[in-house]
Every structure is written in C-alpha cells, then in structure tokens.
C-alpha cells in the first residue's frame, strides 16, 4: 500500500481531529457515511508519533483507508500498489 496526502475535514469534539466527516480525493469531495473501524499505532507521549487509522464507506458506496498522523496533523489515504 502507499500513502498519498489528501485534505479531510474533521469532527473535533473533545479532541482535535477526532474522527473524518468528509475527504477530498483527486478534486472530489467524499461524504463519510460510516466508520467502520478504528485503531491506534504508535505513542501517545509528547513529540512522538502516534497514528490513527479510519476504514470508512463513503457516499459513492465505496470503502476507504485513512491515516491520521497527530504528530503532524497531516491525513493520508492508504491505496493499493498498482
């Protein structure tokens, strides 16, 4: 799988970020209809990274990965390797 950045924007409830409402991919702007599942890798501890991951379903139907890396509050899209 490879990453690609992608722009989500969030639900921030009690935390930052705390989970995806609708993701931009290729211009396109995605509706999250479901989340799936979720898990946690990494650290929670200051200045160490800790990842969140988002298996969602989408409006057009289809399912999608999602990373969330809270050290640099940056989104990615995981994709197949062609």
């Known amino acids: 799988m490879k990453?690609?950045?992608i722009t989500?924007?969030?639900?921030?409830g009690y935390k930052a970020a705390e989970h995806?409402?609708?993701f931009i991919l290729n211009?396109?702007?995605?509706?999250?209809?479901?989340?799936i599942?979720?898990?946690y890798e990494g650290s929670a501890a200051p200045g160490e990274v800790y990842l969140?991951?988002?298996k969602?379903?989408?409006?057009?139907?289809?399912?999608?990965l999602l990373r969330y890396?809270?050290?640099f509050d940056a989104w990615a899209i995981l994709e197949p390797e062609e």
């Open 3 to 5: 990453l690609r950045e």
């Open 8 to 12: 989500v924007i969030t639900y921030d």
């Open 56 to 64: 969602v379903k989408a409006d057009d139907g289809r399912i999608y």
């Open 37 to 39: 599942d979720r898990w």
């Open 69 to 71: 890396n809270g050290l």
């Open 20 to 22: 995806p409402l609708r």
């Open 52 to 54: 969140i991951y988002f």
């Open 27 to 35: 211009g396109h702007t995605y509706q999250v209809t479901e989340i």
